[in-house]
């Protein structure tokens, strides 16, 4: 009888060098970016984006020109973006988990018939529901107010399905015991099962918050005062028929980046173990 013989494994080396090319490819167009903003608008304008390094060329004045008073709408756009970015994800993570939470773990007429609904508006383009949004935020006196922006997808389907689905697979013995040391059920809520999702609210911290950073066609729609635009509407603006600011517009968006690697950072430990427990069935 013949013995099937064992598949030898990658060497290590092997692997890691095929990661540091993923990477390096990764990291390339930041690389590029970043080596633009430190260049003036001239050599774009003639050149383009290229990797080429030329020392005698490089400053920090486009950084320098944004934290100056000529340049003090983009501060107020970078303010604007954290706000409403901080706000939307804290309220998201909070209202999404409690319907998630309930979805999986109470057991009431129409249960399934609201998760379908779910479903559904998953499917549900955003750009075909702007419109009713829009009519919406008139009637509710929403327009050219942060509120406007924030509450029509403050309870998102996406994290919802994602919560629903974690809190699934856990054990639902938490809630009896919860229940038989006098704790109500928002107690059990945030102080067992909240703990317990860590994982998951690590994971919808970091996909929320990059969606509320970059979203640009609704604050577009709604806001209308020019100290209240968020930071991707402000930078857009710098783009006109008239001039076009790109020295300005690529340190901008370089300095955007930070945030959301800042908040990719802190997730991550939580992002990576929530990945781990969805694929170790136990």
């Given at each position: 009888?013949?013995?099937?013989?064992?598949?030898?494994?990658?060497?290590?080396?092997?692997?890691?060098?095929?990661?540091?090319?993923?990477?390096?490819?990764?990291?390339?167009?930041?690389?590029?970016?970043?080596?633009?903003?430190?260049?003036?608008?001239?050599?774009?304008?003639?050149?383009?984006?290229?990797?080429?390094?030329?020392?005698?060329?490089?400053?920090?004045?486009?950084?320098?020109?944004?934290?100056?008073?000529?340049?003090?709408?983009?501060?107020?756009?970078?303010?604007?973006?954290?706000?409403?970015?901080?706000?939307?994800?804290?309220?998201?993570?909070?209202?999404?988990?409690?319907?998630?939470?309930?979805?999986?773990?109470?057991?009431?007429?129409?249960?399934?018939?609201?998760?379908?609904?779910?479903?559904?508006?998953?499917?549900?383009?955003?750009?075909?529901?702007?419109?009713?949004?829009?009519?919406?935020?008139?009637?509710?006196?929403?327009?050219?107010?942060?509120?406007?922006?924030?509450?029509?997808?403050?309870?998102?389907?996406?994290?919802?399905?994602?919560?629903?689905?974690?809190?699934?697979?856990?054990?639902?013995?938490?809630?009896?015991?919860?229940?038989?040391?006098?704790?109500?059920?928002?107690?059990?809520?945030?102080?067992?099962?909240?703990?317990?999702?860590?994982?998951?609210?690590?994971?919808?911290?970091?996909?929320?918050?990059?969606?509320?950073?970059?979203?640009?066609?609704?604050?577009?729609?709604?806001?209308?005062?020019?100290?209240?635009?968020?930071?991707?509407?402000?930078?857009?603006?710098?783009?006109?028929?008239?001039?076009?600011?790109?020295?300005?517009?690529?340190?901008?968006?370089?300095?955007?980046?930070?945030?959301?690697?800042?908040?990719?950072?802190?997730?991550?430990?939580?992002?990576?173990?929530?990945?781990t427990v969805g694929g170790v069935k136990g």
């Amino acid at each position: 009888m013949l013995t099937q013989q064992r598949k030898r494994p990658i060497p290590a080396f092997l692997l890691l060098m095929l990661f540091l090319v993923l990477a390096a490819l990764a990291l390339f167009p930041f690389y590029s970016l970043a080596l633009a903003s430190l260049k003036p608008s001239k050599e774009m304008l003639r050149y383009g984006l290229n990797v080429k390094l030329q020392p005698e060329l490089l400053s920090m004045h486009n950084y320098t020109f944004l934290f100056s008073a000529s340049a003090k709408k983009y501060l107020l756009w970078y303010k604007n973006s954290v706000l409403i970015s901080l706000v939307y994800t804290v309220l998201c993570l909070l209202l999404s988990s409690m319907v998630g939470y309930g979805l999986a773990m109470y057991r009431f007429a129409g249960r399934n018939i609201i998760f379908v609904f779910v479903l559904l508006v998953m499917m549900v383009p955003v750009e075909i529901i702007m419109l009713p949004l829009y009519k919406q935020m008139i009637s509710f006196h929403l327009i050219d107010t942060y509120s406007g922006v924030i509450l029509p997808f403050v309870v998102a389907p996406l994290p919802i399905f994602f919560f629903r689905q974690y809190a699934e697979g856990l054990p639902k013995d938490f809630l009896d015991a919860g229940r038989i040391d006098g704790c109500s059920e928002y107690g059990i809520f945030f102080k067992i099962m909240v703990p317990l999702m860590t994982p998951a609210f690590g994971a919808m911290a970091i996909l929320q918050a990059l969606a509320s950073w970059n979203s640009f066609v609704w604050p577009l729609i709604v806001l209308k005062t020019g100290e209240k635009l968020t930071l991707p509407i402000g930078l857009a603006s710098l783009i006109t028929p008239y001039g076009n600011n790109y020295d300005i517009l690529i340190a901008g968006s370089v300095l955007a980046i930070v945030p959301i690697l800042i908040v990719f950072i802190f997730f991550q430990r939580f992002f990576v173990s929530g990945l781990t427990v969805g694929g170790v069935k136990g």
